[in-house]
């Protein structure tokens, strides 16, 4: 059986094996750690619809075209639309437990204050629109019902209401507010949702602006699939042309290809048996670093005879060099960096072996390319020595990148949230008040000790509001003290009698009012677990959750234009546990760990590889002499970088191993090969193979992708440049 059909079974295998096994992971927790919800903004399953229209009828139907398919749509768990009184059974469940939400001061049980409200309930039942508040002060005086009823409907939006529905100030627009299902994930499936919402309004002679942490990140998403696709192609397409023409034909294409596609294979499905799953970011790190495989049928088809024998040696040594580096990632706690690690060791490895098995025969049958054979750098070790000294001081030296170089937000969405801006004030997307605790209650407790500071924010007019659960559910020690402070059935019997007559009521109506005291006296207290139960209420207790360690709650802040006032009020106030989180600040905190984590793990990674260089290349001073220079064009990279303005975040790391990985072969082929002619050559088409792909990517418009590709267009001939000059290669 020849080699080809081999690799075509190889290659059918790997793929079916990769279709029924392999799992896809885009979690956070991969790459922040297992707490990774601690950098994610507060309330992230909800989304905000703006339904524009000049013409009111418009805005309307369609606002309630679009309610309506949000309401019918499974990602979408609550959906409000306008303020929403509770319905009966909530009502009469606030009602028994109104002494446990809002339970009335003593001075609001006195006579005088029991019959002014009786006064008043008589008063308000006279009227159509104050019946239901006017039975209930009459039924219970001390007005306990009435102000729990009124903190309820505070915690709403306070925004006009048309017909029903929320409005902006001035009312061009219709608000929709919806909270997407536990556990929605699929920014595919969110982003279709978006375009059906869009098309419902549109349906209906208006336009649907829609906003949301997960619709943001959809959008963003999407972006950056659309336009990697789009550079891949670019590249895949400039790429194909090149090797093509270097071949000659469709055979020899195929036989530099399958390699590459073997390691890949092996690679996915070696993270699967490790991890379980592949984290999106080994596959995308793991492919383009792993591209490196694909230097290795180049110069195996460049060199002839003796030549190719040893070029097969310096491959295996080039991968198990690049390999140990990256294999030291798998010692990172983060999922993300340890199957990137693995990825591109088994990748490397494979790919290596599969050259080395299927390629013989085909030496010889690439074009040679006109390279210099010899560039001329004077006293070049003391240079080299030079540059890796700067090179650590400028990456000790230098900071990580901020969470806003991570990502650019589509034009769209900028245009959304300028409009929304205008028209409404947001929850902040980047500050929130965190309170922890080691339980519910004590975390309740802190709640309620920050009221009087948000709400002196809120008159101050640096804060629109803050909805938490503290704002209506006190804890149960505070429940059962404020309890025991009121009066007893009897003594309120005997104030309500009186109170009565001085309103002029019936005195029979004083048998009601204790029996309703009494019922409310004798509710059990109300914990974070009962209002789950209850439309309206379960987004409160919905923010406060158990963390592992302790307990935790997250206060969106609506309209905050004050935050360092607002920390510093906090802060001054010395209450345990209560912080305003700078989500902007956390993100980059990890960044930079995340960074730190990446620099530890490669640099054990290159001390490793640096020792298999000096045990397998033979020649430890030209072994040497390969880790300097490439160490030297490594710093020049880095120190180019800098220059540009581009900090050396994960991405850039990353990449930079990488040009290491190109170093390395590199140097192997021009100091050690028995062929200098046709090492020069090989090197060449590598070169110009990886910056093709590359230099396409450094024009990309998304900022991961064009750091990427610069970093390693940069090392390429950084890395190119070192060891075609240096003076210590192997002659013939």
Same mark, same amino acid.
């Given at each position: 059986?020849? +080699?080809?059909?081999?690799?075509?079974?190889?290659?059918?295998?790997?793929? &079916?094996?990769?279709?029924?096994?392999?799992?896809?992971? @885009?979690?956070?927790?991969?790459? =922040?750690?297992?707490?990774?919800?601690?950098?994610?903004?507060?309330?992230?399953?909800?989304?905000?619809?703006?339904?524009?229209?000049?013409?009111?009828?418009?805005?309307?139907?369609?606002?309630?075209?679009?309610?309506?398919?949000?309401?019918?749509?499974?990602?979408?768990?609550?959906?409000?639309?306008?303020?929403?009184?509770?319905?009966?059974?909530?009502?009469?469940?606030?009602?028994?437990?109104?002494?446990? &939400?809002?339970?009335?001061?003593?001075?609001?049980?006195?006579?005088?204050?029991?019959?002014?409200?009786?006064?008043?309930?008589?008063? +308000?039942?006279?009227?159509?629109?104050?019946?239901?508040?006017?039975?209930?002060?009459?039924?219970?005086?001390?007005?306990?019902? !009435?102000?729990?009823?009124?903190?309820?409907?505070?915690? $709403?939006?306070?925004?006009?209401?048309?017909?029903?529905?929320?409005?902006?100030?001035?009312?061009?627009?219709?608000?929709?507010?919806?909270?997407?299902?536990?556990?929605?994930?699929?920014?595919?499936?969110?982003?279709?949702?978006?375009?059906?919402?869009?098309?419902?309004?549109?349906?209906?002679?208006?336009?649907?602006?829609?906003?949301?942490?997960?619709?943001?990140?959809?959008?963003? @998403?999407?972006?950056?699939?659309?336009?990697?696709?789009?550079?891949?192609?670019?590249?895949?397409?400039?790429?194909?042309?090149?090797?093509?023409?270097?071949?000659?034909?469709?055979?020899?294409?195929?036989?530099?290809?399958?390699?590459?596609?073997?390691?890949?294979?092996?690679?996915?499905?070696?993270?699967?048996?490790?991890?379980?799953?592949?984290?999106?970011?080994?596959?995308?790190?793991?492919?383009?670093?792993?591209?490196?495989?694909?230097?290795?049928?180049?110069?195996?088809?460049?060199?002839?005879?003796?030549?190719?024998?040893?070029?097969?040696?310096?491959?295996?040594?080039?991968?198990?060099?690049?390999?140990?580096? =990256?294999?030291?990632?798998?010692?990172?706690?983060?999922?993300?960096?340890?199957?990137?690690?693995?990825?591109?060791?088994?990748?490397?490895?494979?790919?290596?072996?599969?050259?080395?098995?299927?390629?013989?025969?085909?030496?010889?049958?690439?074009?040679?390319?006109?390279?210099?054979?010899?560039?001329?750098?004077? +006293? $070049?070790?003391?240079? /080299?020595?030079?540059?890796?000294?700067?090179?650590?001081?400028?990456?000790?030296?230098?900071?990580?990148?901020?969470? /806003?170089?991570?990502?650019?937000?589509?034009?769209?969405?900028?245009?959304?949230?300028?409009?929304?801006?205008?028209?409404?004030?947001?929850?902040?997307?980047?500050?929130?008040?965190?309170?922890?605790? !080691?339980?519910?209650?004590?975390?309740?407790?802190?709640?309620?000790?920050?009221?009087?500071?948000?709400?002196? $924010?809120?008159?101050?007019?640096?804060?629109?509001?803050?909805?938490?659960?503290?704002?209506?559910?006190?804890?149960?020690?505070?429940?059962?003290?404020?309890?025991?402070?009121?009066?007893?059935?009897?003594?309120?019997?005997?104030?309500?009698?009186?109170?009565?007559?001085?309103?002029?009521?019936?005195?029979?109506?004083?048998?009601?009012?204790?029996?309703?005291?009494? /019922?409310?006296?004798?509710?059990?207290?109300?914990?974070?677990?009962? =209002?789950?139960?209850?439309?309206?209420?379960?987004?409160?207790?919905?923010?406060?959750?158990?963390?592992?360690?302790?307990?935790?709650?997250?206060?969106?802040? &609506?309209?905050?234009?004050?935050?360092?006032? &607002?920390?510093?009020?906090?802060?001054?106030?010395?209450?345990?546990?209560?912080?305003?989180?700078?989500?902007?600040?956390?993100?980059?905190?990890?960044?930079?760990?995340?960074?730190?984590?990446?620099?530890?793990?490669?640099?054990?990674?290159?001390?490793?590889?640096?020792?298999?260089?000096?045990?397998?290349?033979?020649?430890?001073?030209?072994?040497?002499?390969?880790?300097?220079?490439?160490?030297?064009?490594?710093?020049?990279?880095?120190?180019?970088?800098?220059?540009?303005?581009?900090?050396?975040?994960?991405? $850039?790391?990353?990449?930079?191993?990488?040009?290491?990985?190109?170093?390395?072969?590199?140097?192997?082929?021009? +100091?050690?090969?028995?062929?200098?002619?046709?090492?020069?050559?090989?090197?060449?088409?590598?070169?110009? @193979?990886?910056?093709?792909?590359?230099?396409?990517?450094?024009?990309?418009?998304?900022?991961?992708?064009?750091?990427?590709?610069?970093?390693?267009?940069?090392?390429?001939?950084?890395?190119?440049?070192?060891?075609?000059?240096?003076?210590?290669?192997?002659?013939?």
């Amino acid at each position: 059986m020849t +080699r080809t059909p081999v690799a075509a079974l190889i290659l059918t295998a790997l793929a &079916l094996a990769a279709g029924l096994l392999v799992e896809i992971r @885009s979690d956070m927790a991969a790459v =922040f750690g297992e707490d990774a919800a601690a950098v994610t903004a507060p309330r992230a399953r909800e989304i905000l619809v703006a339904v524009r229209s000049d013409e009111p009828a418009a805005r309307h139907a369609a606002a309630r075209a679009v309610a309506d398919a949000m309401r019918a749509d499974p990602l979408l768990h609550e959906l409000s639309t306008g303020p929403a009184p509770p319905d009966r059974a909530l009502r009469d469940w606030l009602w028994r437990h109104r002494f446990r &939400l809002a339970p009335p001061a003593p001075s609001d049980v006195t006579p005088g204050a029991l019959a002014a409200r009786l006064t008043e309930a008589r008063a +308000r039942l006279t009227t159509m629109a104050g019946m239901a508040v006017g039975d209930a002060m009459l039924r219970d005086p001390t007005g306990s019902f !009435s102000r729990l009823l009124q903190r309820l409907e505070s915690a $709403q939006p306070d925004l006009p209401v048309e017909e029903g529905l929320w409005h902006t100030p001035g009312g061009p627009a219709a608000l929709i507010r919806g909270v997407l299902a536990p556990g929605t994930q699929d920014l595919a499936a969110i982003r279709a949702l978006t375009d059906r919402l869009r098309s419902a309004a549109a349906d209906a002679g208006a336009r649907a602006i829609i906003l949301g942490p997960q619709v943001v990140s959809a959008a963003v @998403s999407h972006r950056a699939e659309t336009m990697s696709a789009m550079v891949g192609g670019v590249a895949t397409a400039l790429l194909l042309a090149w090797l093509g023409w270097a071949t000659g034909s469709l055979a020899g294409l195929t036989r530099i290809l399958l390699p590459l596609a073997i390691g890949i294979g092996a690679a996915t499905l070696a993270v699967q048996g490790l991890f379980g799953s592949v984290h999106v970011i080994a596959l995308g790190f793991g492919g383009a670093l792993t591209g490196l495989a694909l230097d290795y049928p180049l110069h195996l088809m460049t060199h002839r005879g003796a030549g190719q024998a040893r070029a097969r040696r310096l491959i295996l040594i080039g991968a198990a060099t690049t390999a140990i580096a =990256f294999l030291a990632l798998s010692g990172s706690s983060l999922d993300a960096l340890a199957q990137t690690g693995v990825f591109v060791a088994t990748g490397l490895l494979a790919a290596g072996l599969a050259a080395r098995s299927l390629l013989a025969g085909s030496e010889g049958t690439l074009r040679r390319l006109p390279f210099p054979h010899r560039l001329t750098l004077p +006293r $070049q070790p003391w240079w /080299e020595g030079g540059l890796i000294a700067l090179g650590v001081v400028a990456l000790m030296s230098s900071a990580a990148p901020s969470a /806003e170089r991570l990502y650019t937000l589509p034009a769209q969405t900028e245009a959304d949230l300028a409009e929304i801006r205008e028209l409404v004030d947001l929850p902040s997307g980047r500050f929130h008040v965190v309170v922890t605790g !080691s339980d519910a209650e004590v975390v309740l407790r802190t709640e309620r000790a920050l009221l009087p500071i948000i709400d002196a $924010q809120i008159r101050a007019g640096r804060l629109v509001s803050a909805r938490h659960l503290g704002a209506i559910l006190p804890d149960v020690a505070e429940q059962e003290a404020r309890r025991a402070a009121l009066p007893s059935a009897a003594a309120y019997g005997r104030n309500a009698a009186e109170a009565l007559a001085a309103a002029g009521l019936a005195t029979e109506f004083q048998d009601a009012l204790v029996a309703a005291y009494r /019922e409310a006296l004798a509710a059990p207290p109300v914990v974070p677990a009962d =209002f789950a139960a209850w439309d309206g209420l379960s987004d409160l207790a919905a923010s406060l959750e158990e963390t592992g360690g302790g307990w935790q709650s997250v206060i969106p802040l &609506l309209g905050l234009t004050g935050p360092d006032a &607002l920390s510093r009020a906090i802060r001054d106030a010395q209450i345990p546990g209560a912080v305003l989180v700078d989500l902007s600040a956390s993100v980059n905190a990890r960044l930079a760990a995340l960074r730190e984590t990446a620099i530890t793990w490669l640099g054990i990674g290159g001390a490793g590889a640096f020792v298999v260089l000096l045990l397998l290349a033979g020649d430890w001073r030209r072994a040497l002499a390969i880790a300097r220079s490439t160490a030297a064009a490594l710093a020049v990279t880095a120190m180019a970088l800098l220059a540009l303005g581009i900090p050396l975040g994960i991405f $850039q790391i990353l990449a930079l191993t990488l040009v290491v990985g190109i170093g390395i072969d590199y140097g192997l082929f021009l +100091r050690l090969s028995a062929d200098r002619a046709a090492a020069v050559s090989s090197v060449g088409l590598c070169a110009t @193979s990886t910056l093709i792909a590359f230099v396409v990517m450094a024009f990309a418009p998304i900022s991961p992708l064009h750091e990427i590709g610069l970093t390693v267009s940069l090392g390429v001939c950084a890395m190119l440049g070192l060891h075609l000059a240096a003076q210590d290669a192997q002659t013939p």
